[in-house]
């Protein structure tokens, strides 16, 4: 018989078994406020605590230490360090001898559980008043590490896990043992509680895959943030006896998770898994946010993406602010922001560049049978806006204001060299619409230019906030909202306002066009000056647009401009536009 489904450490060491599972109740509690009450408490002393009536004050020290699981306060977790505390192998040894075992057989089960790691199976069996058990588990040679166990589809039967295969437990019984069965199973994930780490020597997030049933340790989770468009954001925090994030250069001691259920439409699976590629593939960078983890949880199809929290919010929330408060809460003055804001925007560069040259190489099998190799060279971010530029002002180690970094890489794609990718309409407009290239609407080539111009755009409204301050930056958009999406020849051809930094030059052509023919994309290599805002072509290609708009015998091309209050922001004048 096969049953249903086991847990796991890393993905890429286990084999993947999705069956059905018990279904759990998810209650996402309303935040927490912070009440300054310490989450890790001093852990108990089992001897000093078990002088008298033994046998209840073990499993009352088991409950004292158990932890609210965040998600559903029906169930618990218990902390490794307290599970390490608790149940020592002096504790174990006394507290069944007060279960009336011999002083050998008492010796011995507790060398078992503290020397082949057993505590877990012990803390359960305690939990659920079945120490009797514990021989049993002995002789079948079970440790922690075979945890979780699981059900077969009648629930009539449990599985623990091999490396490579899943055993079923002989000893117990259906329907004599049907209530220890279901105790144990409900309360070993109280105490089989996950421990995420990240590949230290590489620097990379591993890929973490749990059953349906297992409690991650929060210890806080805050309010959501569905913003972000691909997934549900929360800002938490993580016990500290399950994660290896403190210790590394920076102390992440708060998370930003990113978590998406898979639904009927692949489409938000597939940004999921692209950002998750693309972190692997990515160089790590001081301007790069870092990813610490990713969480499966099957077979609900349950996907998470564990990031450090940026305590400073995002570049949008910092201009969303007067300067002044900026260099009031740091203690800056107005040369050491200025290089501060210089060094911030030499670091995006930087990282954007990290992702235009990341170079991967993967292989594909012929219909012939043989393995072609192909090499990607560069990556596009492909959503370059403030919203998606993260402060982390808590990284102090070089500068006590902290640092920019680039974020969220779902729509991040990679490219051959020489290659331009053409977009459809959907991809196109998945990006940010104020911040887009022309490309985005005339002709949907997709290059590596599309990232410079946004983050061109990113830097003007930066330094219209760094320079002019006050309300500078919102009269800026309201002034690129003012203008028009057309100029020029516009008789047949419908007007609306737009907050973005390029407009539609309709121009008359001198050459009909043959029906049935494609024109050749018109590029205008005329460099951008002050007084003339026509676009350099390696910022963008000027193309023809791919729509007909000629209502009329004559006939018409599309070129880009910069808007009037693009090209002008340079020159202020008393501070308007």
Not at 2 to 28: A, L, N
Not at 348 to 377: E, F, M, P, V
Not at 386 to 409: M, W, Y
Not at 516 to 536: A, C, D, E, M
């Amino acid at each position: 018989m096969t049953p249903d489904t086991f847990d796991s450490q890393p993905s890429m060491t286990m084999e993947e078994v999705y069956v059905g599972e018990i279904k759990t109740d998810v209650k996402v509690l309303a935040e927490l406020p912070d009440s300054g009450v310490d989450d890790h408490p001093k852990r108990p002393h089992a001897i000093n605590d078990l002088q008298e009536n033994p046998k209840a004050r073990f499993k009352e020290l088991l409950n004292r230490a158990l932890h609210f699981d965040k998600r559903n306060d029906e169930k618990h977790f218990l902390p490794n360090g307290d599970l390490k505390a608790i149940c020592n192998e002096s504790a174990v040894r006394d507290q069944l001898i007060a279960f009336e075992y011999n002083e050998y057989d008492a010796e011995s089960y507790a060398t078992y559980v503290g020397e082949k790691l057993a505590q877990e199976i012990f803390a359960a069996l305690v939990l659920i008043n079945q120490v009797k058990f514990l021989p049993d588990f002995i002789n079948a040679g079970i440790t922690d590490d075979n945890l979780p166990f699981t059900f077969n589809k009648r629930h009539t039967q449990l599985w623990y896990r091999q490396p490579d295969r899943l055993i079923l437990v002989e000893f117990l019984k259906y329907p004599r043992d049907a209530e220890m069965m279901r105790e144990f199973y409900t309360k070993q994930w109280w105490v089989h509680v996950p421990f995420l780490d990240w590949d230290k020597e590489n620097r990379k997030a591993l890929n973490f895959r749990y059953n349906l049933g297992t409690v991650i340790p929060w210890t806080y989770i805050g309010q959501q943030d569905t913003s972000g468009g691909f997934g549900v954001v929360e800002k938490v925090k993580m016990h500290q006896d399950h994660h290896s994030f403190i210790g590394r250069q920076t102390q992440y001691e708060t998370f930003a998770l990113k978590s998406m259920i898979r639904t009927c439409h692949d489409d938000d699976y597939k940004f999921f898994q692209q950002e998750i590629s693309a972190f692997h593939k990515m160089r790590p960078g001081p301007h790069l946010v870092e990813l610490c983890a990713t969480l499966e949880i099957a077979p609900s199809d349950n996907f998470m993406l564990l990031f450090p929290w940026a305590e400073g919010g995002s570049l949008e929330d910092l201009m969303s602010k007067p300067k002044t408060y900026f260099l009031k809460a740091y203690y800056l003055t107005d040369n050491e922001f200025a290089r501060w804001i210089a060094i911030q925007c030499w670091g995006l560069i930087q990282a954007l560049g990290t992702i235009h040259d990341t170079r991967i190489k993967h292989s594909n099998t012929s219909q012939d049978g043989n393995q072609i190799s192909q090499c990607k060279d560069f990556g596009i971010h492909g959503d370059i806006k403030p919203a998606n530029i993260l402060h982390f002002s808590q990284e102090t180690a070089h500068c006590r204001v902290g640092n920019l970094k680039i974020a969220d890489f779902g729509l991040i794609t990679f490219h051959r060299r020489g290659s331009r990718t053409m977009m459809n309409r959907n991809s196109a407009y998945a990006a940010s619409q104020t911040y887009r290239s022309p490309e985005h609407d005339i002709g949907y080539f997709m290059s590596k230019k599309v990232d410079v111009w946004a983050l061109g755009c990113v830097f003007s409204e930066l330094m219209t906030w760094v320079i002019l301050d006050g309300n500078a930056r919102q009269e800026y958009q309201q002034e690129r909202k003012r203008e028009l999406s057309f100029s020029g020849a516009t008789e047949d051809t419908a007007q609306w306002n737009e907050d973005n930094f390029f407009l539609k030059h309709i121009e008359k052509t001198t050459t009909p066009r043959r029906k049935g023919r494609r024109r050749r994309p018109k590029v205008r290599s005329k460099r951008l000056r002050p007084r003339n805002p026509k676009i350099k072509s390696d910022a963008s290609h000027v193309v023809e647009s791919r729509q007909s708009i000629s209502k009329s015998p004559k006939h018409f091309q599309e070129v880009p401009k910069l808007k009037v209050s693009v090209k002008n922001v340079r020159y202020p004048s008393d501070n308007h536009f």
